[in-house]
Antibody, heavy 127, light 107 residues
Framework: EVQLVQSGAEVKKPGESLRISCKGSGYSFTSYWISWVRQMPGKGLEWMGRIDPSDSYTNYSPSFQGHVTISADKSISTAYLQWSSLKASDTAMYYC????????????????????WGKGTTVTVSS | DIQMTQSPSTLSASVGDRVTITCRASQSISSWLAWYQQKPGKAPKLLIYKASSLESGVPSRFSGSGSGTEFTLTISSLQPDDFATYYCQQYNSSDWTFGQGTKVEIK
């Protein structure tokens, strides 16, 4: 069974650092990109950034560039999302999601959509 | 970046109703659109990809249509398990964006 297993809930203070994880199983981890998606309390889904675990290439949403870092350790099939200095506004649920690749013969291009999601990690930042 | 706008934001319906949710893109995304269902406290679940392709295991009462900038998700006969929030998402570019969501409530 394909699964993304995320680390447990975190409670932190403003200014602290944090790294949460997402471990893939049941598939070839390096064959699929992983994205991180934020959901603030009572709000919608926001794409933060993605990583290609095969070479650790990343790209970020402009809204999150410079505020978080995405990394991966392919030897243990795990992707990470980290903050160096948390703010109260980082309080949210964070999901990782795997990207399935779709090849389009008309454009000769690849397109990637999110097919499998982790259950989420709740991050609470409060003094 | 590409903006995605869903309507309505909230929809009240009864079991057995036919339900339609609309998603509009700020520019053409061809057919590179996915639909997700999210229940409270749960992760999103993929329903539809490439605008109209049903994900394996998803009931056939769900269907998607559209291309370019206008898309719809239809539930042909609403079931109790379908009360949830639905999101569209474009994947035309490597800067994925979601609609704001449509909550389907019990009437």
């Amino acid at each position: 069974e394909v699964q993304l297993v995320q680390s447990g809930a975190e409670v932190k203070k403003p200014g602290e650092s944090l790294r949460i994880s997402c471990k893939g199983s049941g598939y070839s981890f390096t064959s699929y990109w992983i994205s991180w998606v934020r959901q603030m309390p009572g709000k919608g889904l926001e794409w933060m950034g993605r990583i290609d675990p095969s070479d650790s290439y990343t790209n970020y949403s402009p809204s999150f560039q410079g505020h978080v870092t995405i990394s991966a350790d392919k030897s243990i099939s795990t992707a990470y999302l980290q903050w160096s200095s948390l703010k109260a506004s980082d309080t949210a649920m964070y999901y990782c999601a795997r990207h399935r690749r779709h090849y389009d013969i008309l454009t000769w291009g690849y397109y990637y959509y999110m097919d499998v999601w982790g259950k989420g990690t709740t991050v609470t930042v409060s003094s | 970046d590409i903006q995605m706008t869903q309507s309505p934001s909230t929809l009240s319906a009864s079991v057995g109703d036919r339900v339609t949710i609309t998603c509009r893109a700020s520019q053409s995304i061809s057919s590179w659109l996915a639909w997700y269902q999210q229940k409270p406290g749960k992760a999103p679940k993929l329903l539809i990809y490439k605008a109209s392709s049903l994900e394996s295991g998803v009931p056939s009462r769900f269907s998607g249509s559209g291309s370019g900038t206008e898309f719809t998700l239809t539930i042909s006969s609403l079931q109790p398990d379908d009360f949830a929030t639905y999101y569209c998402q474009q994947y035309n570019s490597s800067d994925w964006t979601f609609g704001q969501g449509t909550k389907v409530e019990i009437k």
